[in-house]
């Protein structure tokens, strides 16, 4: 069955740094686009980056453009989120989640059970 | 960037309800609206894709409706499992964004 695992969450101090990773297993890494979503505590749900199936596309929120990098190693099965500059409002349960392509679409199916990251 | 306001922000309902839930964007997302159930403490899990498909597993008294701005997430017949937060999310233009989220509580 499919497994997203992530780790590398913790607390750090603002203006550090830190990467998340993200294990897949149970399915093809290589052959599915992969996002990171946020949740700060007690908030809702809040998209951060998304890369297509083979790397060569990738897009941001403008919260963390110019700050993290979402990067993807299909030999390890595994997705990354660097995260450089962090702040205050970075404070967040990462989540990766994985997209499925449909006969009739697509859309996220899988959720890994998320790191969590503390700035402070 | 779109803008997804839902309505309520929360609800409370009886085992046996029938809810509906709304998702309103800021601007046409064609039929890139997916729903998500979320319980304390745990990942979100993805009920609904392309506005009315259900992902596999999920059981049919979950449904989804709608069109260019406005969409719904119905729930005929709430069980004791349902009780969650939900939310929606279009993912038709980068950004990709969220609605705040409808919490379903036991009446």
């Known amino acids: 069955q499919v497994q997203l695992v992530e780790s590398g969450g913790g607390v750090v101090q603002p203006g550090r740094s830190l990467r998340l990773s993200c294990a897949a297993s149970g399915f093809t890494f290589s052959s599915y686009g992969m996002h990171w979503v946020r949740q700060a505590p007690g908030k809702g749900l809040d998209w951060v980056a998304v890369i297509s199936y083979d790397g060569s596309n990738k897009n941001y929120a403008d919260s963390v453009k110019g700050r993290f990098t979402i990067s993807r190693d299909n030999s390890n099965n595994t997705l990354y989120l660097q995260m450089d500059s962090l702040r205050a409002e970075d404070t967040a349960i990462y989540y990766c989640?994985?997209?499925?392509?449909?006969?009739?679409?697509?859309?996220?199916?899988?959720w890994g059970q998320g790191t969590l990251v503390t700035v402070s | 960037d779109i803008q997804m306001t839902q309505s309520p922000s929360s609800l409370s309902a009886s085992v046996g309800d029938t809810v509906t839930i709304t998702c309103r964007a800021s601007q046409g997302v064609r039929n890139y609206l997916a729903w998500f159930q979320q319980k304390p403490g745990k990942a979100p899990k993805s009920l609904i894709y392309g506005v009315s498909n259900l992902q596999t597993g999920v059981p049919s008294r979950f449904s989804g409706s709608g069109s260019g701005t406005d969409f719904t997430l119905t729930i005929s017949g709430l069980q004791p499992e349902d009780f969650a937060t939900y939310f929606c999310h279009q993912y038709s233009y980068f950004p990709h964004t969220f609605g705040q989220g409808t919490k379903l509580e036991i009446k």
């Open positions: 989640a994985r997209e499925r392509l449909y006969s009739s679409g697509w859309g996220i199916d899988s």
